[in-house]
């Protein structure tokens, strides 16, 4: 028996396992198909996530937002972190591409804060960390963002970047309730390249060869037998896209919950899966040696709560994934789409008069790749489970108890790599017309690789003392925790196994006051160490401390029928950050990682050796100072507001001291914690709701709509970097990622022009070559002129429109986020025309010509490698801001007495989609969060909701 037959039977168990706990004669209850409103005024005594527990949401003097599972529902894909863009405000999510099981975005919490290694926030699953992308929505309760040092800095020396913690959905003392689910749908790619056909290309490429002072390569006969394709063998015209994609690609999930419980036992119990094809053609249905592009998931969770005794509780978590992944020629295909966008439509034709693959030595065939190189497949299985006992101490101190708690969560994925090679013929004329073909390449048999496998695992204890009494006005909740987690990552290849090992230890505490509802204060610590630095110096403590002010239950605003909540808040601490080199990250040892090449003997023989690296006995994590100031305001009970200000200083960031030795020196320098970067900027929430349904007013029509906006702006302060010759090639003072190039004043119009312009070394210049600007005055344009150009790729500032409608049974939702402050640059084939023998865009048909000199918006043509024209230069960055419309789903909920006869207590039909439309700056040209390889995908599904 396989592994997907053990797995299908284990899913099966838990199943049945939570039926069991299921008390006779249940009866289902009616739960709302609709996503729950966002917190508003009548949501303030709601528990929230927090660091370790949960706090009512009146108590919360920290930067926490947070999303709700039903929210995420609203966007159908197979990573859960592609359902985040634009719900959590300060939550930046970068987009890396669409390929099913290899779509894995980064997330960012309040922009960049340092300009070393690690930069993504830390993701807690139930406290634990753990992998989160292969969740679904489904078996998510919440999302929350710990955003300033109050909420984090008990994280000790990992909460700098921010936290995300997910919760997952736990059982109630209620009735069973069932709830079934599917949505089918489709995939396509939001925007494919664009490339002129053979016809086009010949001509221009011509043009090329002249400007270049070279013979056209093409007849007047090829341009016309490319423009008529009367000769496709030899004149092909070949849309690579068109052979390798298709236009859709079908994705499936479905949903199976159980809910419920009583004093005693509670239970949410969860089978999920979710099937996704890839956008190549199934190369798989047609040869044996290939497969299919499919990604597919089976999700499995049993959360229990059970009441051991009247003091006694105990906890248990435990969910998991199988998922398998299967793509013709490689792991990822990323190499077919660097295929797609270099051949030229015309250089072979997909299969030759005879049947063959056409191709050459050095240009392969892409729809033979994904037919005739083998397969790549993958399984992965991810298991998360952690078990809990609290006691209640009220015997010794009332509102006192005690919880240990242990975790274990494991990654594993193995991998099948089955390689081949083919034969591929190019096709000439013989010279008494016949056709001759030249062979390339030779067909092998399969070979078969399984030994390549990556894991991830970990195991965590904790142990809480947790206290929280009220007396009269005064309210106090503390807590003491112990954390131990140790995690490995280990990578098996064909020749060796790399296993690098984690491990942190420490602890933390926090101590929260209220007075008369009205005045909160909070500090926390958090005290942790971790083996990755050196002895003496593993060990750090983060203090934070908070205060909020509910100024609407004061006197003067008690029964103010305008202002029915108001809260100021304000938290300053230190958090720390130790994601500083890996895996090479014991840098207080001395290394000897550094190579080199020494040449000897009259042969000068090359013999190559290790070099002493320098040590750094003192190396320490990142620290930062984060300030915040947040204000939460609630008008007539419709009116949400709120705000947030903030400022974070991250120092001791690992720099090489470049700027006090110099690199003659012939040594290869420590990484010292000299580095800083300040970061500062504000989120703003403003939400109108047509309040609660009352009585008849549930047939009316009611709504949300809600806006937010976050912004986060940084600057590198000092990160010792080496002496230049001018001011402005200086990375101190700009963003992270800042872009240095050359400066661009438009093309040159004539000789005259040239003559009377700066030398550019680059290449000789022509009219219609890109002229820039010297900026150092010596008349000559170098490397020396390249300054600060357009903004980084993480955008600055991150706007969200969400609105929610319904009236009677139907309900309208959507979401549009819109983001400013990016730059996205022109580079590669898809650009560059004829760069590398790649193709040519329509991009390049605005080319300067003497008779377009006054319109041109692109360059001369060259049919070789301009080494002018396409320097990194502001002529290729264009605005990255882009508005997209995330998610929107219309719906329908069937009425009670429709559906009372087959015992169904909610029914709902609804159609969704995901990634629908861009507006942006790109011209049409790409997507402008992915500008090569596998594109975005939009998806368009229909889906039914049953309650039982």
Same mark, same amino acid.
Request: hydrophobic share 35%; proline share 4%.
């Given at each position: 028996?396989?592994?997907?037959?053990?797995?299908?039977?284990?899913?099966?168990?838990?199943?049945?396992?939570?039926?069991?706990?299921?008390?006779?004669?249940?009866?289902?209850?009616?739960?709302?198909?609709?996503?729950?409103?966002?917190?508003?005024?009548?949501?303030?005594?709601?528990?929230?996530?927090?660091?370790?527990? %949960?706090?009512?949401?009146?108590?919360?003097?920290?930067?926490?937002?947070? %999303?709700?599972?039903?929210?995420?529902?609203?966007?159908?894909?197979?990573?859960?972190?592609?359902?985040?863009?634009?719900?959590?405000?300060?939550?930046?999510?970068?987009?890396?591409?669409?390929?099913?099981?290899?779509?894995?975005?980064?997330?960012? $919490?309040?922009?960049?804060?340092?300009?070393?290694?690690?930069?993504?926030?830390?993701?807690?699953?139930?406290?634990?960390?753990?992998?989160?992308?292969?969740?679904?929505?489904?078996?998510?309760?919440?999302?929350?963002?710990?955003?300033?040092?109050?909420?984090?800095?008990?994280?000790?020396?990992?909460?700098?970047?921010?936290?995300?913690?997910?919760?997952?959905?736990?059982?109630?003392?209620?009735?069973?309730?069932?709830?079934?689910?599917?949505?089918?749908?489709?995939?396509?790619?939001?925007?494919?390249?664009?490339?002129?056909?053979?016809?086009?290309? $010949?001509?221009?490429?011509?043009?090329?060869?002249?400007?270049?002072?070279?013979?056209?390569?093409?007849?007047?006969?090829?341009?016309?037998?490319?423009?008529?394709?009367?000769?496709?063998?030899?004149?092909?015209?070949?849309?690579?896209?068109?052979?390798?994609?298709?236009?859709?690609?079908?994705?499936?999930?479905?949903?199976?919950?159980?809910?419920?419980?009583?004093?005693?036992?509670?239970?949410?119990?969860?089978?999920?899966?979710?099937?996704?094809?890839?956008?190549?053609?199934?190369?798989? =249905?047609?040869v044996a040696e290939s497969v299919n592009s499919q990604y597919s998931r089976v999700n499995f969770r049993s959360n229990v709560d059970i009441n051991l005794t009247?003091?006694?509780?105990?906890?248990?978590?435990?969910?998991?994934?199988?998922?398998?992944?299967?793509?013709?020629?490689?792991?990822?295909?990323?190499?077919?789409?660097?295929?797609?966008?270099?051949?030229?439509?015309?250089?072979?034709?997909?299969?030759?008069?005879?049947?063959?693959?056409?191709?050459?030595?050095?240009?392969?065939?892409?729809?033979?790749?994904?037919?005739?190189?083998?397969?790549?497949?993958?399984?992965?299985?991810?298991?998360?489970?952690?078990?809990?006992?609290?006691?209640?101490? =009220?015997?010794?101190?009332?509102?006192?108890?005690?919880?240990?708690?242990?975790?274990?969560?494991?990654?594993?994925?193995?991998?099948?790599?089955?390689?081949?090679?083919?034969?591929?013929?190019?096709?000439?004329?013989?010279?008494?017309?016949?056709?001759?073909?030249?062979?390339?390449?030779?067909?092998?048999?399969?070979?078969?690789?399984? $030994?390549?496998?990556?894991?991830?695992?970990?195991?965590?204890?904790?142990?809480?003392?947790?206290?929280?009494?009220?007396?009269?006005?005064?309210?106090?909740?503390?807590?003491?925790?112990?954390?131990?987690?140790?995690?490995?990552?280990?990578?098996?290849?064909?020749?060796?196994?790399?296993?690098?090992?984690?491990?942190?230890?420490?602890?933390?505490?926090?101590?929260?006051?209220?007075?008369?509802?009205?005045?909160?204060?909070?500090?926390?610590?958090?005290?942790?160490?971790?083996?990755?630095?050196?002895?003496?110096?593993?060990?750090?403590?983060?203090?934070?401390?908070?205060?909020?002010?509910?100024?609407?239950?004061?006197?003067?605003?008690?029964?103010? $029928?305008?202002?029915?909540?108001?809260?100021?808040?304000?938290?300053?601490?230190?958090?720390?950050?130790?994601?500083?080199?890996?895996?090479?990250?014991?840098?207080?040892?001395?290394?000897?990682?550094?190579?080199?090449?020494?040449?000897?003997?009259?042969?000068?023989?090359?013999?190559?050796?290790?070099?002493?690296?320098?040590?750094?006995?003192?190396?320490?994590?990142?620290?930062?100072?984060?300030?915040?100031?947040?204000?939460?305001?609630?008008?007539?009970?419709?009116?949400?507001?709120?705000?947030?200000?903030?400022?974070?200083?991250?120092?001791?960031?690992?720099?090489?001291?470049?700027?006090?030795?110099?690199?003659?020196?012939?040594?290869?320098?420590?990484?010292?914690?000299?580095?800083? %970067?300040?970061?500062?900027?504000?989120?703003?929430?403003?939400?109108?709701?047509?309040?609660?349904?009352?009585?008849?007013?549930?047939?009316?029509?009611?709504?949300?709509?809600?806006?937010?906006?976050?912004?986060?702006?940084?600057?590198?302060?000092?990160?010792?970097?080496?002496?230049?010759?001018?001011?402005?090639?200086?990375?101190?003072?700009?963003?992270?990622?800042?872009?240095?190039?050359?400066?661009?004043?438009?093309?040159?119009?004539?000789?005259?022009?040239?003559?009377?312009s700066p030398r550019q070394i680059f290449a000789p210049v022509q009219p219609g070559d890109i002229k820039y600007k010297d900026q150092n005055g010596d008349g000559i344009i170098d490397q020396n002129d390249t300054r600060p150009i357009g903004n980084t790729s993480i955008p600055t500032l991150t706007l969200s429109l969400?609105?929610?409608?319904?009236?009677?049974?139907?309900?309208?939702?959507?979401?549009?986020?819109?983001?400013?402050?990016?730059?996205?640059?022109?580079?590669?084939?898809?650009?560059?025309?004829?760069?590398?023998?790649?193709?040519?865009?329509?991009?390049?048909?605005?080319?300067?010509?003497?008779?377009?000199?006054?319109?041109?918006?692109?360059?001369?043509?060259?049919?070789?490698?301009?080494?002018?024209?396409?320097?990194?230069?502001?002529?290729?960055?264009?605005?990255?801001?882009?508005?997209?419309?995330?998610?929107?789903?219309?719906?329908?909920?069937?009425?009670?007495?429709?559906?009372?006869?087959?015992?169904?207590?909610?029914?709902?039909?609804?159609?969704?989609?995901?990634?629908?439309?861009?507006?942006?700056?790109? =011209?049409?040209?790409?997507?402008?969060?992915?500008?090569?390889?596998?594109?975005?995908?939009?998806?368009?599904?229909?889906?039914?909701?049953?309650?039982?």
């Amino acid at each position: 028996m396989n592994a997907k037959n053990y797995s299908t039977i284990g899913l099966l168990s838990l199943l049945y396992l939570g039926l069991c706990q299921v008390t006779e004669g249940q009866v289902a209850t009616k739960d709302t198909v609709t996503t729950a409103r966002p917190l508003s005024f009548s949501d303030r005594n709601t528990d929230r996530p927090i660091a370790y527990g %949960v706090q009512p949401a009146w108590k919360v003097t920290s930067a926490i937002s947070s %999303v709700s599972g039903n929210d995420l529902r609203k966007n159908l894909t197979t990573n859960l972190g592609n359902t985040l863009f634009g719900r959590l405000p300060g939550l930046t999510v970068g987009q890396s591409g669409g390929e099913p099981g290899n779509d894995s975005p980064s997330l960012r $919490a309040r922009g960049t804060n340092t300009y070393g290694t690690g930069r993504n926030v830390l993701v807690l699953v139930d406290g634990y960390e753990s992998s989160y992308e292969q969740l679904v929505p489904d078996e998510i309760e919440t999302v929350s963002l710990l955003k300033d040092a109050s909420a984090t800095a008990i994280y000790g020396l990992r909460g700098a970047n921010g936290v995300l913690l997910i919760t997952t959905k736990r059982g109630a003392d209620s009735p069973l309730v069932v709830n079934f689910s599917t949505q089918q749908g489709f995939h396509t790619a939001t925007r494919l390249p664009q490339f002129l056909g053979s016809y086009d290309y $010949a001509r221009l490429y011509n043009e090329g060869l002249k400007n270049d002072g070279k013979a056209p390569l093409y007849t007047d006969t090829d341009l016309d037998a490319y423009r008529t394709g009367s000769d496709p063998y030899f004149h092909p015209n070949v849309n690579w896209y068109d052979q390798v994609l298709r236009k859709t690609a079908p994705i499936s999930t479905y949903n199976l919950n159980f809910k419920g419980g009583n004093s005693s036992v509670r239970y949410f119990v969860l089978l999920n899966a979710v099937m996704s094809n890839g956008l190549y053609k199934n190369t798989g =249905d047609m040869v044996a040696e290939s497969v299919n592009s499919q990604y597919s998931r089976v999700n499995f969770r049993s959360n229990v709560d059970i009441n051991l005794t009247k003091r006694l509780s105990a906890s248990l978590t435990l969910g998991g994934s199988v998922e398998d992944k299967s793509n013709p020629g490689g792991t990822t295909t990323g190499g077919i789409f660097n295929s797609l966008a270099t051949l030229p439509p015309n250089a072979f034709p997909v299969y030759n008069a005879n049947g063959t693959f056409g191709g050459t030595s050095a240009l392969s065939n892409p729809l033979a790749n994904l037919l005739q190189t083998g397969s790549y497949t993958s399984n992965g299985r991810t298991i998360q489970t952690n078990l809990r006992f609290t006691e209640q101490l =009220d015997m010794l101190a009332p509102g006192l108890s005690v919880s240990a708690a242990v975790s274990f969560n494991n990654f594993f994925r193995s991998y099948s790599d089955k390689t081949k090679q083919y034969e591929r013929y190019f096709a000439t004329k013989g010279v008494a017309g016949d056709t001759l073909y030249t062979r390339f390449g030779q067909n092998t048999s399969l070979v078969g690789n399984e $030994a390549n496998s990556d894991q991830y695992r970990n195991i965590i204890f904790q142990g809480f003392l947790n206290y929280d009494r009220t007396i009269g006005r005064h309210s106090i909740s503390a807590l003491l925790m112990y954390n131990s987690d140790s995690y490995t990552n280990t990578t098996q290849g064909s020749n060796a196994i790399e296993s690098l090992p984690f491990k942190h230890l420490g602890g933390g505490g926090r101590l929260t006051y209220t007075n008369s509802d009205k005045y909160i204060g909070e500090v926390s610590v958090g005290y942790m160490g971790s083996e990755a630095f050196p002895k003496g110096g593993r060990f750090g403590f983060f203090p934070a401390a908070s205060v909020g002010w509910i100024a609407s239950n004061e006197a003067f605003l008690k029964n103010n $029928a305008l202002v029915t909540y108001l809260k100021l808040r304000a938290s300053y601490g230190l958090t720390g950050n130790d994601q500083i080199g890996s895996p090479n990250r014991y840098f207080y040892e001395q290394p000897y990682r550094y190579t080199a090449a020494y040449y000897l003997g009259t042969g000068n023989t090359q013999v190559n050796g290790l070099v002493e690296g320098v040590a750094n006995p003192n190396v320490s994590w990142e620290k930062e100072k984060k300030l915040n100031v947040g204000v939460e305001l609630t008008l007539a009970k419709r009116l949400d507001i709120g705000l947030d200000i903030f400022r974070q200083d991250r120092y001791d960031i690992l720099a090489a001291p470049n700027s006090t030795v110099p690199q003659y020196i012939g040594t290869t320098l420590p990484q010292l914690n000299q580095g800083k %970067v300040t970061n500062s900027g504000f989120e703003a929430t403003v939400r109108y709701s047509s309040g609660p349904t009352t009585g008849t007013s549930a047939s009316q029509l009611q709504y949300m709509v809600e806006a937010s906006g976050w912004y986060a702006q940084n600057k590198i302060v000092y990160n010792s970097e080496a002496i230049r010759l001018y001011d402005y090639q200086y990375t101190t003072g700009q963003p992270i990622g800042q872009p240095f190039g050359l400066q661009a004043l438009g093309l040159f119009r004539d000789q005259a022009d040239i003559a009377a312009s700066p030398r550019q070394i680059f290449a000789p210049v022509q009219p219609g070559d890109i002229k820039y600007k010297d900026q150092n005055g010596d008349g000559i344009i170098d490397q020396n002129d390249t300054r600060p150009i357009g903004n980084t790729s993480i955008p600055t500032l991150t706007l969200s429109l969400h609105s929610r409608l319904q009236y009677k049974g139907f309900d309208l939702e959507f979401l549009f986020q819109g983001v400013t402050g990016r730059t996205t640059y022109f580079g590669g084939t898809l650009f560059q025309a004829f760069q590398n023998n790649g193709q040519v865009g329509p991009i390049a048909l605005n080319r300067w010509t003497p008779e377009t000199a006054a319109t041109a918006t692109y360059p001369r043509l060259s049919a070789s490698n301009n080494l002018n024209n396409f320097q990194f230069s502001d002529y290729w960055q264009r605005d990255g801001s882009f508005i997209k419309l995330r998610s929107l789903e219309l719906g329908y909920t069937v009425a009670s007495q429709l559906i009372s006869r087959v015992k169904l207590s909610n029914a709902r039909l609804f159609v969704n989609g995901t990634n629908l439309f861009s507006l942006d700056r790109m =011209d049409g040209y790409a997507d402008p969060e992915v500008i090569g390889g596998y594109p975005p995908l939009r998806t368009v599904s229909i889906g039914i909701r049953l309650q039982f």
